[in-house]
């Protein structure tokens, strides 16, 4: 009998402690609707990155998805040297977030138009199972990163 309460109360004690509030675990995708994404063939992911280790050895994935999304990579420092006046317009600048609580991490990912400077998209994934910062943090940038790979995959 005491093996069946003790097994009861570990096992409400793990339900009332996972993060439960739909609204604060929301992963969206916005993209601007008149935006043709197919018109972009070069990325550069920025270097005002926020968020702290985490999310610096995130940025590796984050390239390499954009690389297997069909963008060519080029350097934000490098953006003049590299590319041609006519190329500018093809180039869109991403940025990165990350926050966290103890109950939740979001990540937010930005895609910048690279002449006009308005941002054309925006992925959020958020992660709250709380039993780690870091594992929220990781699978924060992951989901953020699924939706824009969603969003801005070309057709090879």
């Given at each position: ?58 940025l ?21 040297s ?8 093809k ?7 990350l ?5 939740q991490?979001v ?16 992925f ?32 090879k």
């Amino acid at each position: 009998m005491k093996n069946r309460f003790f097994f009861l109360t570990i096992c409400l004690l793990f339900l009332f402690s996972c993060n439960t509030t739909p609204d604060s675990t929301t992963s969206n995708s916005n993209v601007i609707s008149s935006i043709d994404m197919s018109k972009y063939e070069y990325a550069s992911i920025g270097s005002n990155v926020t968020g702290g280790s985490t999310i610096m050895g995130a940025l590796m994935d984050l390239q390499n998805s954009l690389i297997s999304c069909g963008y060519k990579i080029v350097g934000d420092t490098r953006i003049n040297s590299m590319l041609a006046q006519e190329d500018l317009p093809k180039l869109f600048i991403v940025t990165m977030g990350l926050t966290s609580t103890k109950s939740q991490s979001v990540c937010i990912i930005n895609l910048t138009d690279y002449v006009s400077g308005y941002i054309i998209a925006s992925f959020r994934g958020s992660f709250g199972w709380g039993w780690g910062i870091e594992e929220d943090q990781k699978g924060a940038i992951g989901e953020a990163i699924e939706k824009m790979e969603n969003a801005i995959k070309k057709n090879k």
